[in-house]
Structure formats: structure tokens, C-alpha cells
Nanobody, 123 residues
Framework: VQLQASGGGLVQAGGSLRLSCAAS????????MGWFRQAPGKERDFVAL????????FFADSVKGRFTISRDSAKNTVYLQMNSLKPEDTAVYYC?????????????????WGQGTLVTVSS
């Protein structure tokens, strides 16, 4: 599956952005879909995921209550809605797909990655 992330940009603190991850090759409902982010000089960290069949979601503590993840099967696209953005949310955001049956937050459990989209939050 090929993944294409988009929707990043520059936003003021307190603002919102919606990231999109469009897939081609296979239906996204076949995968656990995750979002990760990497700030300059830091490791790539888990942000959010949506499970394969039930659509259950899970979030990193740092974004819980501010971010939501959803899937549009008709468009074969996963979204990350980011509200109440903070400067510390500044990072390159990556979408990823895992073939594992059980939802996972581990970066090494994801098989396919998009190219990343930059989110910059100004204070």
C-alpha cells in the first residue's frame, strides 16, 4: 500500500489543522493506521491509531482530548484532526500502516509509511 500524507502547514497556537493520509493499492481497513510525529532532533513518536475492524482509537497522552483520528472507507483516507494546537506539537507528521492484527503503538510494527507533512505551531 502507498500512503500520501498532506494537510500540514503553519498555524497559531490554539488553532486547528486536519491532516489526511490517502492510500492506494489496498483498502485502509485492512490495516491498523497510525500517526506518528518527529520533532527536530527527536525520535519519531506515536500520536494516534485507529484499529482495523472495530475502528477503536487510541492516543498518546500528550494529544488526548485535542486530537481525533478517523477513517473514510469510501475515500480510503485516514484523517488526524488536531485542535488546540500547541508549539510543542510542531513536528513532521507521518501516517503509517500496520499489518498486525492487534493495534500497536510501536513504530517498528508499522510496515508502510507516508512521506510526512510538516506542522508548525507558532506561539
Amino acid at each position: 500500500v502507498q500512503l500520501q500524507a498532506s494537510g500540514g502547514g503553519l498555524v497559531q497556537a490554539g488553532g486547528s489543522l486536519r491532516l489526511s493520509c490517502a492510500a492506494s493499492g489496498r483498502t485502509l481497513s485492512s490495516y491498523v493506521m497510525g500517526w506518528f510525529r518527529q520533532a527536530p532532533g527527536k525520535e519519531r513518536d506515536f500520536v494516534a491509531l485507529i484499529s482495523r475492524s472495530t475502528g477503536n482509537t487510541f492516543f498518546a497522552d500528550s494529544v488526548k482530548g485535542r486530537f481525533t483520528i478517523s477513517r473514510d472507507s469510501a475515500k480510503n483516507t485516514v484523517y488526524l484532526q488536531m485542535n488546540s494546537l500547541k508549539p510543542e506539537d510542531t513536528a513532521v507528521y507521518y501516517c503509517a500502516a500496520s499489518s498486525r492484527t492487534i493495534a500497536t503503538t510501536r513504530r517498528d510494527h508499522y510496515d508502510y509509511w507516508g512521506q510526512g507533512t510538516l506542522v508548525t505551531v507558532s506561539s
